[in-house]
């Protein structure tokens, strides 16, 4: 093992990897823990330990046993946590004590929120603040009707029975909407699968306090499930529990005619019309890609059949593969090497290859969290010549970089891993804002691609191989308040 991993001691601060302060500088705990960081424990003295730090007699199994948090899995949610802190720039405080109305209100009986605005006690009008639309921003006051706004304007005539919001020196905006999450693990924590915290429950909180309303899932089918099957589950578990709107994109697992009747009826039955395919993903046998190219054409050919939305993860699984292999006949098995296995031409590759490919099928493309500054830019060079490609980038690719990866401690490297990988270059997400939103269409969408574990599971499931840490990160609250302090009000 790494000898920078002798490091994490169990006694050491865990306030001291702070991301963006530098490598492992002290720093006060009450500045909270680091960007992605994922969850209360993530910091703790209870972190997975190296086995470098092991007595040799100690079992992979007593070892693990031993990075369990204080922290149950009941009460530990990634919304809880307030790592993303220190990026985000804090208001002054109030002179004078302010006693601030609830947002949304949670009936706890019947598992749903309602909005301050939909009560049925009155109309209510937003004052004085500046309305923002897709096309412009003026000041302007809002009325409400019954959760409907019936009319924007200037010096609005308060009603009556109005109940008047001040919104003077604020934005008001409709509620945003996440692209990508991750709230839903059918296999969640039976010992094959790692235990993700947030469900659909505690991540559509997360999102409304963040100003989200409506969130997508990725609906992965299990091995030998439909996709209907899939879906249908999917959606019960979001009925139940999520307090805000849900859609859903569905992953296909392969490629036969039975997936693409399973396609036609989502999308002419049950209004699904979003899908997407991995192109990192591999198959049965070691070293060969689930989807090659011309079944990657007959499914874009599909989508476009069907007027549906394809997404592709663009990474060329079959480069990786070797990479990984690589890296383990040399004993590297730390968190760094997910990133060094997933160098930049590994996602250009992918994503030219897509797009070249969606070209010739003359179907719009959507390239799933770009991170690298290479794929981007071949990205916009096929925006500028007319075809159409979209970008879905993370939130965390355009706040952070992927530094964080190679920190000296175990946990901290860990939170940080996700696919594709952010990329350890400080100007890459600077550079990926630029990208994105050089061409003037605007066409683009951030997302959270919210996935999260604890620091505990990350370790019972990859300490001892990188390829097998749990992928993902947080951001389901954060994403709009990130995306408008670093790329809109600078």
């Known amino acids: ?141 809002v009325l409400i009707d019954g959760g409907k706004i019936i009319e924007v304007g200037k010096d609005l005539e308060i009603p009556s029975d109005a109940k008047v919001l001040k919104a003077e020196g604020k934005f008001v905006i409709p509620g945003g909407i996440d692209s990508a999450t991750h709230l839903h693990n059918p296999n969640n924590g039976n010992g094959t699968s790692p235990q993700m915290i947030d469900d659909f429950e505690t991540g559509s909180k997360a999102a409304l306090l963040g100003g989200t309303t409506t969130i997508f899932d990725v609906v992965e089918p299990q091995k030998g499930e439909s996709l209907v099957q899939a879906y249908l589950e999917w959606k019960e578990d979001a009925e139940e529990k999520s307090l805000c709107d849900v859609g859903f994109a569905v992953a296909l697992d392969s490629w036969n005619e039975a997936i693409k009747a399973d396609m036609q009826e989502l999308v002419k039955e049950h209004g699904v019309n979003s899908f997407k395919i991995d192109m990192e993903a591999d198959g049965e046998e070691e070293g060969i890609v689930r989807f090659d190219n011309q079944q990657l054409i007959e499914i874009f050919e599909c989508c476009k059949s069907l007027g549906a939305v394809i997404q592709v993860h663009a990474e060329n699984g079959v480069a990786i593969k070797l990479n990984e292999r690589k890296l383990k006949n040399r004993d590297i098995t730390g968190p760094e090497a997910h990133l060094i296995s997933r160098p930049e031409e590994v ?144």
């Open 1 to 141: 093992m790494d000898a920078r991993r002798r490091n994490h001691l169990q006694n050491e601060d865990p306030g001291t990897c702070i991301p963006g302060l530098g490598d492992n500088k002290p720093r006060p705990r009450e500045i909270g823990g680091g960007f992605f960081g994922y969850v209360n424990d993530a910091f703790s003295n209870n972190l997975p330990e190296l086995p470098s730090e092991e007595s040799a007699r100690l079992t992979n199994l007593d070892r693990i046993s031993r990075t369990s948090s204080p922290t149950s899995s009941e009460s530990a949610k990634a919304s809880d946590s307030s790592q993303l802190a220190c990026c985000m720039w804090s208001p002054p405080s109030p002179t004078e004590e302010i006693i601030e109305e609830d947002f949304v209100e949670v009936i706890i009986e019947k598992n749903t929120a309602i909005p301050f605005f939909d009560h049925q006690d009155g109309k209510i009008i937003i004052q004085g603040g500046t309305v923002v639309n897709e096309d412009g921003q003026e000041e302007a006051d």
């Open 347 to 490: 996602e250009e590759e992918a994503v030219s290859r897509a797009m070249c490919l969606a070209n010739g099928v003359n179907v719009p493309l959507v390239i799933c969290a770009p991170t690298s500054k290479t794929a981007s830019e071949r990205i916009l060079k096929k925006r500028s010549e007319g075809q159409v490609v979209l970008v879905q980038p993370s939130i965390a690719s355009l706040v952070v970089d992927g530094s964080h990866i190679f920190n000296q401690c175990w946990s901290h490297a860990a939170a940080f891993v996700a696919s594709p990988p952010l990329r350890d270059d400080p100007e890459t997400p600077e550079a990926l804002v630029d990208n994105i939103t050089s061409n003037g269409d605007g066409m683009f969408a951030v997302c959270s691609s919210h996935k999260t574990f604890t620091a505990a599971v990350k370790g019972e499931f990859g300490l001892d191989d990188f390829t097998s840490i749990p992928r993902g990160v947080n951001g389901i609250e954060e994403r709009m308040s990130l995306l408008w302090e670093k790329n809109c009000s600078q």
